[in-house]
């Protein structure tokens, strides 16, 4: 029984630790999932092989999850082969991205095509139990698995609203060295924020993409130590319709027509971070609407 997925990376309109509402959209850079399973007429318990280049709590805990949900018999090996060209721990979903597409390929490997609220509701359970989330970041997992921007309530795990990116949209990255700590570190810092969270969320509640994520971003630079005003406000003259940190940072994104994107890419510092334009995604990980 064999089963494959494609799940994609996101960038921040607005983080959820401080209200418990967040945005995300996905955009093209990907995590792909194989498994590979097979029954086990001599033991009852269920075996994982993981490549070693491949594991990490998220994965482990992904595959379990998966197997206990849609191989509740258990009894089973699950090979998995697994590759991201996602950066980990910049502010791009990675975690998300790696179980949703882990969950997913189990679900295609028993002969499921569950609905995407499904697998992201099992993703945020995954990213909460490893503690690489604190609020399980439905709206990541979501974004990597539909197009447009998703609009969620993670702690009651809802999506709230869900709406097109406009086609001739694409972003440009800047994404630094350096690495975020975990959420779950965080949420004190966060909480203290809550006032000015609320209107990044109700900002995004309108959809007022744009204002979110110049308010979102005012937010976590202030709380994480990022200094990106000046450059954001050059993004800005250069034509960028919003931009501001993704996640917990330090990766940076700007929203733009696809003609405007190379002159975003000039203002980003020459300080040998990884600079790139992506575009949103398009097709759905899941053929199914979200439900």
């Known amino acids: 029984m064999n089963g494959a997925s494609r799940t994609s990376a996101a960038i921040t309109v607005a983080n959820a630790l401080s209200t418990g509402i967040g945005c995300a959209a996905g955009i093209e850079l990907y995590a792909e999932a194989q498994v590979?399973?097979?029954r086990q007429t001599s033991d009852p318990s269920s075996a994982l092989d993981i490549p070693a280049s491949a594991r990490s709590p998220v994965v482990e805990e992904a595959l379990?999850?998966?197997?206990?949900?849609y191989?509740?018999?258990g009894g089973v090996r699950a090979r998995l082969s697994l590759v991201s060209e996602i950066p980990v721990a910049r502010g791009l979903k990675s975690s998300s991205a790696v179980s949703t597409a882990v969950l997913l390929a189990v679900a295609r490997a028993a002969g499921r095509q569950p609905p995407p609220l499904e697998v992201g509701r099992a993703s945020a359970e995954v990213g909460r139990k490893v503690g690489v989330s604190a609020t399980g970041a439905l709206d990541d997992a979501l974004a990597g698995l539909v197009p447009g921007f998703i609009l969620t309530d993670n702690p009651r795990g809802e999506l709230l609203?869900?709406?097109?990116a406009d086609p001739g949209w694409g972003v440009a990255l800047y994404i630094p060295r350096e690495s975020h700590p975990p959420s779950p570190n965080l949420v004190s810092a966060f909480a203290s924020e809550r006032m000015a969270g609320e209107l990044v969320a109700d900002a995004a509640r309108d959809g007022d993409w744009a204002t979110a994520m110049r308010l979102n971003s005012d937010l976590v630079e202030r709380t994480m130590g990022y200094a990106y005003g000046e450059i954001r406000a050059r993004l800005r003259a250069e034509g960028a319709i919003a931009s501001g940190v993704s996640g917990l940072g330090p990766t940076l994104a700007a929203i733009a027509p696809f003609d405007r994107l190379p002159d975003l890419l000039r203002v980003f510092p020459a300080d040998g971070a990884r600079k790139l334009i992506v575009p949103?995604?398009?097709?759905?990980?899941i053929p199914e609407e979200v439900s």
Not at 64 to 69: A, C, D, N, V
Not at 161 to 164: E, I, L, N, P
Not at 280 to 285: A, E, L, P
């Open 36 to 38: 590979e399973v097979e």
């Open 64 to 69: 379990r999850s998966g197997l206990s949900r």
């Open 71 to 73: 191989f509740p018999e």
């Open 161 to 164: 609203h869900r709406s097109t």
């Open 280 to 285: 949103f995604t398009r097709s759905s990980s």
